[in-house]
Every structure is written in C-alpha cells, then in structure tokens.
C-alpha cells in the first residue's frame, strides 16, 4: 500500500519512509533539549553509532524459484499471539517527543492502531493504567527500572499485573544513568524528570515513603524519588524478580551467553538482547554482533532484540540471527515527534512493509525458512 501509492498513484507520505531522512527532519524540528535526549548516547557515541552500523556486515542469501505470494510474520511470543516481530521498545520520558505530552497515551494508540506491542518504560507522564487502557486489544509489557524499595517495587509490578499488561521487563543496564555528554551539556535533567515520574506519584507504596503528598510537597517527592530510583540489581535478587509476579519475565541489557544461562537458569521467560542502544556504556561491541551469542546460549527460550534497527531489513537480519521478535526505538520516538500518533504508525507500517517485501523478493515466505537459512557474514 505504501509503495505502490508512491509508484503508481504519485501519494507522497506525510513522513519520510527511511531513517535517514526521518532523523534529519526530526533533528530539524526538535528542540536541542529533547533532541539532545533522544538521539544522544553514551562517550563518543561510538557504541550507538556502531550498534546501526554493524547491520552492514551481515547479509542474506537470496533464494529464487520459491512462492512468496503470501507471507507469515506472524509469532508467538511467551504465548502471545503477535501479528508481527516487531514492538515498540521502552522508550523513557517519552512525554518529551509528544506536542501535548502524553507521549505514553499516543505510543499506545499507536500499539492500538497497529498490533504492535509497546514495551511501556517505567518512566512516563501518565500513570500506566491510563497508558494501558489507550493499547486496546494490542497487548502490552510493562519495563520495570527496579526501585530500591522492594515495597514500591513490588507495587509497581501488580499494578502492571492489574492493568493488563502481558509480560514484565526487568532491565538490568540503568541502575544508573551512563556518562551521556549531549544531555549533560544541556542541563537536560529537570526538563526530563517531568515528563518522568507519574508511576511513582501515583504508586501507593511511594506515597507511604513520603511525609506529605506529592502533590501539597513535590519538592519532597522529587528527593524522594532520586532516593528509591535505581536498585543495583546482582544474581542474588532473581529469586525476588521471579517471584513478583507470574507474568512472563524477561531481562533486558543481557549480552552475554553466561549471563543468558545464568537468567534462564533462574526461571526467566525471555532474554532480551540489547546495549539501550549505546546509552549506557560506550564499551564498541555492536549490539546485533552479540545477537548469535546470546541465542545460541538461549536454547528454546525467547530472545528479545533491539538496538540500532533502522529498517526493515534490519528487523529481517534480527530475525534470521534467531531473534525471536524484534524492538525498534528512536524511530517510533521521531514518528512521534513528527507527527503524532499517525507519526509513530507511519513509522512501524513503514519499517514491516520493507521487511515484507525483503522476504518476498529474496525467497523466504516464513519466519521458520529465515532462520533457518541465517545469514552470511561480509567478508
Ligand atoms: C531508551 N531506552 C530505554 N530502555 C529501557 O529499558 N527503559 C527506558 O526507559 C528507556 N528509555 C529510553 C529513552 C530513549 C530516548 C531512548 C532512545 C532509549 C532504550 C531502548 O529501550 C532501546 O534499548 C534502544 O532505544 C535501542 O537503541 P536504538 O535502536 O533506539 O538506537
């Protein structure tokens, strides 16, 4: 539909259909600060930039004389019946990209709008009930930043159980934020933080730790929540993690086949392989390159992706190395900074049309012959 409404009938779309170009109109449009938040990284940005430009050096083999005429993306995630690999991954202070600020509500909409999941960060500008209720019928995850109170913790969590959500997300790499140069230099930190703190001030659990509601003493609560925000996760705590709920469990930030054994060893439900995207560590090693690793390690359980993908062929690359579903994420962040709900849809119905079409050229009409074939390395 989008292709050939370009080709054949001269419809422009109202967005830019390639990272490229979508990046330099938000970079146009965007104020510094959330622009700084956004595309900003970790060091140098060496990692982030790298974790893009690593795709290149996988390729797939096409094969011919095989009937694409119809395809199925469609899986199976933790029981979970997804109409493609793709979801939205967690994307804080989100607010920030949103003309109104209720960026959560309209990534939601958008999940709504397009069977795409979202993976609902911790940090948003409308409590999740509110964010969970725009999703429809399209299921989503709930990312939990683990406080350091195991009260709140544990509050936050049965609220996702309460509110629907599918699966709950434990990311391990951000106990602490990660030297990012672009938002220090902008003082970008109270500008984020009200965009950020809804799930705490509206957290039972939060408020009994606080003398007065935030609302009669947010100066209070702020201090308060820099108090609790970001417990330092160790092996020791995954008893605890699996034991707060029955949801499916996955761990996000692994990289390495130990620490994947390690997490299934422990109960998890899913492993989800990723470097926030170079926002945490500028270590080098490009995330998708860790990918094969990770899964190898994974056996038969679920593995997670993100970090870097820009395109569909890169989703269809994240798959053929064994991801099991794959996580997009400054994209959708510019779609909605561009235009809103239908920004964020363009975004993903653009990035699945490429994928489709990727597989129906080069020969692999199912997401079972893809990775089966896998993909060859550039010499
Ligand atoms: C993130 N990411 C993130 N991850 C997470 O677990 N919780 C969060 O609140 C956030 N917040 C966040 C904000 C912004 C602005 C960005 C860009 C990213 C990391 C995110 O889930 C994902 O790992 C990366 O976005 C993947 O990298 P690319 O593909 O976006 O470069």
Known sequence: EIYFGGLMRGVKPTLPVDFKTLEARAQAALPPATLSY???????????????EAFKSWGLVPRMMVDCTTRDL???????????????????????????GH?????????????????????????????????????GFFQLYTPKNRDVAESLVARAEA???????????????????????????????GHALANYMSDPAFRALLAKPPEEDPQAAVAQWGATFGKTLTWADLPWLRSMTKLPLILKGICHPDDARRAI???????????????????GVAAIDML?????????????????????????????????????????????????????VHVLRSIL???????????????????????????
């Open 163 to 193: 509110s629907g959500f599918k699966a709950i997300v434990v990311t391990l790499d951000t106990w602490v934020t990660g030297w990012r140069p672009r938002d220090l230099n902008e003082a970008n930190f109270p500008q984020l933080r």
């Open 103 to 139: 960026g959560d509500i309209a990534t939601a909409r958008a999940a709504a709008a397009t069977g795409v999941p979202m993976v609902a960060s911790t940090l948003m500008n409308d409590p999740m009930e509110q964010v969970a209720a725009a999703m429809g019928d399209t299921p």
């Open 292 to 344: 094969p690793g990770v899964v190898e390690a994974s056996g038969k359980t679920p593995v997670m992706f993100d970090s870097g993908v820009r395109s569909g062929s890169d989703v269809v690359k994240a798959l053929a190395l064994g991801a099991a579903a794959v996580g997009i994420g400054r994209p959708y962040a510019y779609g909605l900074a561009l235009g809103g709900v239908a920004g964020v």
């Open 74 to 100: 469609s899986i199976d995630l933790f029981g979970i019946k997804l109409p493609s690999p793709v979801f939205m991954a967690p994307i804080g202070v989100i607010g920030l990209c949103a003309q109104d």
């Open 38 to 52: 956004v595309q900003g990284g970790c060091g140098d940005e060496f990692t982030q930039d790298h974790n893009a």
């Open 265 to 283: 060893d422990g109960g998890v439900d899913g492993i989800y392989c990723s470097n926030h995207g170079g926002r945490q560590a500028n270590g």
């Open 353 to 379: 049309a490429e994928a489709d079409l990727l597989m129906a050229v080069d020969g692999y009409p199912t997401l079972t012959d893809l990775r089966a074939a896998g993909l060859v390395r550039r010499p």
